[in-house]
């Protein structure tokens, strides 16, 4: 069974903080996708990695792809209230179905 | 584009009952995905399709749920009966290829909940 665990599952962080939420696993993974969700909302997708050591930026947010490919972070500089939400990653590998996390459930405190 | 649309939004219903979740796909994706989540189990792939065939139903819980995609646009996902272990957010999802660079586009859910 491929797994994902995500760490912390939770946090609660103060307005202008930075934090970092992990993505690990044991198994190699073609690419790693980042999702938020809201609450009474779906998942939405933030980024995709797929090169070992690879970085994206979208805006305060950076996601790093490990270099062996079976982890991933994600770094948010100045947290803000809009930030807060569950955070999913998810493991792909090649043409199969995604694999997910249980989540980083972030609160952010004005 | 609307995006993936689920229906109803919420449902409340007597165990033993039968449930119908309805979902319409983004046109043009020809993957689709039905996902439950609850606090405790986390988002759990229950079946999914490529170009309108069950691929993997592995994720069912029992007999008493079943998906059909009977065309590109619809899909459904029937309880017959309910129960209250039931109750969670049923999310569908499309997507437009079956790389894993290809990202998940999910709707809003259907909260359903049996009393």
């Known amino acids: 069974t491929q797994l994902l665990e995500q760490s912390p599952q939770f946090l609660s962080i103060q307005e202008g903080e930075n934090l970092t939420v992990y993505c690990n696993s044991s198994?190699?993974?073609?690419?790693l996708q980042w999702y938020r969700q809201e609450p009474g909302e779906g998942p939405v997708l933030l980024v995709t990695?797929?090169?070992?050591?690879e970085v994206k930026k979208l805006k305060r947010l950076t996601f790093q792809f490990g270099d062996a490919r079976k982890d991933s972070s994600l770094h948010i500089t100045a947290a803000q209230p809009g930030d807060t939400g569950l955070y999913l990653c998810a493991g792909g590998k090649g043409a199969q179905k995604l694999v997910f996390g249980q989540g980083t459930r972030l609160t952010i405190n004005p | 584009d609307a995006g993936v649309i689920q229906s109803p939004r919420h449902e409340v219903t007597e165990m033993g009952q039968e449930v119908t979740l309805r979902c319409k796909p983004i046109s043009g994706h020809n993957s689709l995905f039905w996902y439950r989540q609850t606090m405790m189990r986390g988002l759990e792939l229950l079946i999914y399709f490529n170009n309108n065939v069950p691929i993997d139903d592995s994720g069912m819980p029992e007999d008493r749920f079943s998906a059909k995609m009977p065309n590109a646009s619809f899909s459904t996902l029937k309880i017959q009966p309910s129960e209250p272990r039931d109750s969670a957010v049923y999310f569908c999802?499309?997507?437009?290829?079956?790389?894993?660079?290809?990202?998940?586009?999910f709707g809003s859910g259907t909260r359903l909940t049996v009393v």
């Open positions: 990695v797929v090169t070992g050591g």
């Open positions: 999802a499309s997507r437009a290829g079956t790389g894993g660079n290809y990202g998940y586009t």
């Open positions: 198994s190699v993974f073609s690419s």
